[in-house]
């Protein structure tokens, strides 16, 4: 069950004219006020007409006399908190207030003795955190994350006896953590990274938690030795990563561990060899330390291991480690860790690896055959190797995302290009055939060039071109060096650019107004470990380059990018003004990406850079429905269009411009699409409560992923513009505006506003025309719903029906769709029906199986 259940459908049943109507003194009157002083609208309100322990959202002990638990997530409560109000629930055991832009807490909430549960998170709390906590014995979780919280962390944390997960991350608390956070023995989880925390930790912190399996101190400034863990005998997952921790990484990496981020701090010491208590990683990353001695000899061992990153570190120069049993192994950076010899050819039998980055090394010799099923993104750059790159990689390079070949000896191409040529259009090595481009010479496709014919056997002379052209997107803009000068630009030293940034499409520029890439987090909900930040966004996307650009739809551009862990993503800048602060923003974007149902696009993550929100959703391989029904091949980029950037081809060459002909070309297809699309609108406006209205259903907002499952995208953006949305975000696109939209005072979206133009998409389906501007249509007929609606009148609606699809299926389960989109687009709202009514009529007409 989707999230909204637990978001808006949490919110009380409340009408305002009735809070006089409780009994003063009394938990409903408590509550009743403190809603309507909250200023809750009466927007939000519902019949309060019930006993108050049937309030949706309120759960009361066994006589009904008390509220034992409060939940009034997502509300939009605004302001402090006043007293007299939740602070007199008397036998209150749970509170959640979360994803609100609450300011403050009363006097008397800190009365609340019998509170075992308590979240706060995402909200605009500032100030101190009182020591009054300590009034709290009983409780047993504690989440006040993502507000505006300072000052230091009370000592009165020690009357906290039971309590078993603590999160206070992202938020401004300063000083060191206090003696007292060692009285929490019980603990099992915390979470105090992304603060401002320094000094050291107390002494005996990890003997204090013997049940700790969850520790992040990630993104502060602490002080501390590898001893200051000793103890924590149950931890699993460990991440204290960008902070000042020194001391051997062997005396931190317990047997129970399963991921470890020790990045970015000052260990030492020698890890030659690994232990028994390696054995359960998944993850580990140990770069930018100052590790030295040899190398990692037997990383054979962990068979479990997923993610393995070493770069940045001071090991003695030495041969590639042995890595061929890490069957597992998806991400591996060995970068600028002195590595010489050759790149060992049982490399080949990682065949899940997907992010292989072995630059800035000593490393000689040719690149071995690789597993490039899964690989996205490869960097082999500043080394010595030499011979050819082999012929798969180059087959697979136009598919890739990120690549970087150059200050290499490779020969690949050597005489195939003249000096002339070499010298206007590579730079980066001293060998004849170096693999950089200049980007000022090279574009991956424009224009001009939508036909191109690209053969996989290409001469060697075009594949140079094709890569030094390749890597200009997949790094983006270089300056060409002057005369002589070779630029070595590292990884690392891209990372560290500075902003503002700007960047142009066709219809807009935009800009993000940040300082420093790498100081601008990028949220991905859940792969918290990677660290990603606006730099990762910059690579991803080749600096947002044209040719990275999917769409620029009505809410932004769309670039397609894979995030560092192999995220293939489409990242949707929403360039219009909004009126929501980052914190709101944020808050709807973390409660979006919590929405799930098998027929929407899942929301991954978020990045706010500047006065800019960028959502990153899944990429959906097949591209769009609008480009389906017109026949579009890949790569052909429309309004909206996410669909992936491949290559055309002649139909003998073995690649294919579209889904197999035999399955789109069908009335069950069709059909299941047309089903999906209404599941997805039915759990948005009945699964919800308040129920989430759209606002732009159309052929270009539904997506078919690698198993031509459809999914609708965009729910719930608008909502992330906050209140400054004009006429063209809520009245829906050309062709798809409602009848009520075009009076001159019109009404606010509705649920049925969305039925009309789920009524439209089902006529494209059928017929497969679009909504207006194409050859079928007449004076009398100014678009498609007017087309089909007087054939269904006529009972003339085989004509309507697409030629493709007419010998595919029951004509007589057609005409009955027909009949379905008719009612859809009733011209009064009243008339049409609604969405779950819309799934149960589709499922009458659906096609037998032919199994």
């Known amino acids: 069950m989707g999230l909204c259940f637990w978001g808006y459908a949490l919110i009380l049943p409340l009408f305002l004219k009735q809070f006089y109507c409780q009994e003063p003194n009394t938990d409903g009157f408590y509550v009743s006020q403190f809603f309507k002083q909250m200023g809750l609208s009466s927007a939000q309100a519902y019949n309060f007409s019930a006993p108050f322990c049937s309030w949706q959202g309120l759960f009361c002990d066994s006589r009904n006399e008390h509220v034992i ?32 832009k609450i300011s403050a807490l009363p006097t008397d909430f800190w009365s609340l003795n019998t509170l ?6 995402f909200n605009k709390i500032s100030g101190s955190f009182q020591s009054n906590v300590g009034n709290f014995g009983q409780l047993e979780s504690l989440d006040i994350s993502h507000n505006n919280i300072s000052g230091e962390i009370p000592e009165a944390m020690d009357s906290l006896v039971s309590l078993r997960v603590l999160k206070l991350d992202n938020n401004g608390f300063q000083m060191s953590i206090p003696r007292g956070l060692l009285g929490c023995q019980s603990l099992v989880s915390i979470d105090l990274s992304s ?62 561990l399963e991921v470890a981020d020790l990045s970015k701090n000052r260990f030492q010491g020698h890890i030659s060899q690994v232990d028994s208590n390696w054995f359960s990683l998944i993850y580990l990353d140990l770069s930018e330390n100052e590790l030295n001695g040899d190398m990692i000899k037997n990383l054979t061992l962990l068979k479990k291991l997923k993610h393995l990153n070493l770069a940045w570190n ?75 790159i082999p012929m798969h990689i180059l087959e697979k390079l136009p598919w890739m995302e990120r690549f970087n070949f150059s200050f290499n000896n490779f020969t690949f191409c050597t005489g195939k290009l003249s000096p002339e040529t070499l010298i206007r259009s590579f730079f980066g090595s001293t060998s004849s055939c170096p693999i950089a481009a200049n980007p000022s010479l090279f574009k991956k496709r424009g224009s001009a060039t939508r036909g191109l014919k690209l053969a996989l056997a290409v001469t060697l002379s075009t594949m140079c071109l094709l890569i030094g052209a390749l890597i200009f997107v997949a790094f983006g803009y270089r300056r060409k060096p002057k005369s002589g000068e070779a630029k070595d630009v590292s990884l690392k030293e891209e990372q560290s650019i500075s902003g503002p940034f700007s960047f142009q499409t066709d219809s807009t520029t935009w ?37 990275t650009l999917l769409a620029d739809g009505k809410f932004g551009p769309v670039y397609r990018g894979f995030l560092p862990g192999g995220i293939h993503v489409a990242v949707k800048v929403l360039v219009h003004g909004s009126t929501l602060s980052d914190q709101e923003a944020a808050r709807e974007l973390e409660f979006l990406g919590r929405i799930k149902h098998p027929s929407l696009v899942p929301l991954t993550g978020y990045c706010i850079a500047g006065d800019q929100r960028i959502a990153i959703y899944e990429y959906m391989e097949n591209g ?70 759209h606002r732009d259903v159309k052929a270009s907002s539904v997506y078919l992923d690698q198993n031509w499952e459809p999914r609708l995208s965009d729910f719930g953006l608008a909502k992330v513009f906050g209140n400054g949305l004009g006429d063209e ?52 007929d100014t678009n498609l719903v007017s087309w089909v609606r007087n054939l269904v009148r006529k009972n003339q609606r085989s004509k309507a029906i697409d030629p493709k699809i007419q010998e595919t299926g029951s004509e007589d389960q057609m005409e009955e769709a027909l009949k379905i989109g008719y009612l859809c687009t009733a011209e009064l709202p009243s008339k049409r029906p609604s969405m779950q009514q819309v799934v149960g009529l589709l499922k009458d007409i659906e096609p037998k199986s032919n199994h």
Request: hydrophobic share 35%.
């Open 624 to 693: 769009n429905l609008q480009n389906l029904l017109q026949d579009l091949p890949f790569g052909v980029q429309t309004t909206d269009d996410w669909s992936m950037d491949t290559w055309e081809e002649e139909a003998d060459n073995g690649i294919q411009n579209i889904g197999p002909e035999s399955t789109v070309t069908t009335w069950r297809f069709r059909h299941m699409v047309a089903l999906g699309i209404a599941r997805a609108l039915a759990f948005l406006h009945h699964g919800c409560s308040p129920p989430m209205i």
């Open 729 to 780: 975000f809520t009245c829906g696109s050309p062709g798809y505006v409602p009848p009520e939209f075009l009076q001159p005072e019109h009404e606010l979206p509705t649920p049925k506003s969305d039925v009309y133009c789920f009524g439209i998409v089902l006529f494209e389906l059928i017929t497969g025309k679009k909504p207006i501007e194409d050859d079928y249509l007449n004076e009398k």
């Open 195 to 256: 603060n401002q925390l320094e000094g050291s930790l107390p002494g005996g912190f990890g003997s204090a938690f013997p049940k700790l399996k969850t520790l992040n101190l990630a993104g502060n400034k602490i002080h501390g030795r590898d001893t200051n863990f000793a103890g924590m005998e149950s931890i699993s997952y460990l991440n204290i990563s960008g902070n000042k921790f020194e001391g051997l990484v062997q005396d931190l990496l317990k047997e129970t």
């Open 69 to 100: 638990e409060l939940i009034a997530s997502g509300m939009r409560l605004s302001g402090p908190v006043p007293d007299n109000t939740i602070g007199k629930l008397s036998k209150l055991q749970s509170l959640d207030l979360s994803n609100n």
């Open 314 to 388: 001071r090991f003695n120069r030495g041969m590639f480690p042995r890595i061929e049993m890490l069957s597992s192994l998806e991400y591996l950076n060995l970068s600028n860790t002195n590595l010489s010899g050759y790149i060992p050819r049982e490399i080949s039998k990682l065949s899940r690896l997907s992010i292989l980055d072995v630059s800035g090394n000593h490393l000689s010799g040719h690149i071995p055959m690789l597993s490039i099923k899964n690989l996205v993104a490869i960097d082999v750059s500043r080394n010595n190797l030499t011979g050819d």
């Open 511 to 547: 800009v993000a107004d940040v300082k420093q890439a790498t100081s601008v987090p990028v949220v991905i909900f859940e792969k918290p470990l990677l660290n990603i930040t606006f730099s990762d966004l910059l690579a991803a996307t080749s600096n947002f380059d044209r040719d």
């Open 116 to 121: 075992k549960n308590l979240n706060l998170s």
